[in-house]
C-alpha cells in the first residue's frame, strides 16, 4: 500500500501563489506517476499534473498550463504542487493521487487539501 497525505492548501487573493506538497510513503518503490487532481464544488474531478517518479513526463491540464508547476523531491517522497497567478476558478479540493506502469488508474488516493482563491 501507499499513503499519500497533502498539505500547504488555504485562502490566497486571485493573482497570488501558493504551493502544495504531497507526501508518500509505504511501498513508493511501486509508484511509477504521482499525480494532482481538484475537484470544484458540483464539478467532476478534474486533472491537473502528473509527473514520473524519476522526474520526467510531466503533464498538465489545460486549464493551468503555464500557471502550475509540478515538481518532486525523490529524497523526501514528496511532490509539490507550484501554483502561481490564481484564479477564483482554480478554488477545489486538491488530491494527490499514485499509480504504477501496471495500470492507467490511480489506485492511491490522499485525503484532500482545500484551496480557496478569493477575487
Known amino acids: 500500500q501507499v499513503q499519500l497525505v497533502e498539505s500547504g492548501g488555504g485562502l490566497v487573493q486571485a493573482g497570488g501563489s501558493l504551493r502544495i506538497s504531497c507526501s508518500a510513503s509505504g511501498r513508493t518503490a511501486s509508484v511509477s506517476h504521482i499525480g494532482w487532481f481538484r475537484r470544484a464544488p458540483g464539478k467532476e474531478r478534474q486533472f491537473v499534473a502528473s509527473i514520473l517518479r524519476s522526474g520526467g513526463g510531466i503533464n498538465y491540464g489545460d486549464a493551468v498550463k503555464s500557471r502550475f508547476t509540478i515538481s518532486r523531491d525523490d529524497a523526501k517522497n514528496t511532490v509539490y504542487l507550484q501554483m502561481n497567478s490564481l484564479k477564483p476558478e482554480d478554488t477545489a479540493i486538491y488530491y494527490c493521487?499514485?499509480?504504477?506502469?501496471?495500470?492507467?488508474?490511480?489506485?492511491?488516493w490522499g485525503q484532500g487539501t482545500q484551496v480557496t482563491v478569493s477575487s
Open positions: 493521487a499514485a499509480r504504477t506502469f501496471l495500470s492507467l488508474e490511480y489506485p492511491y
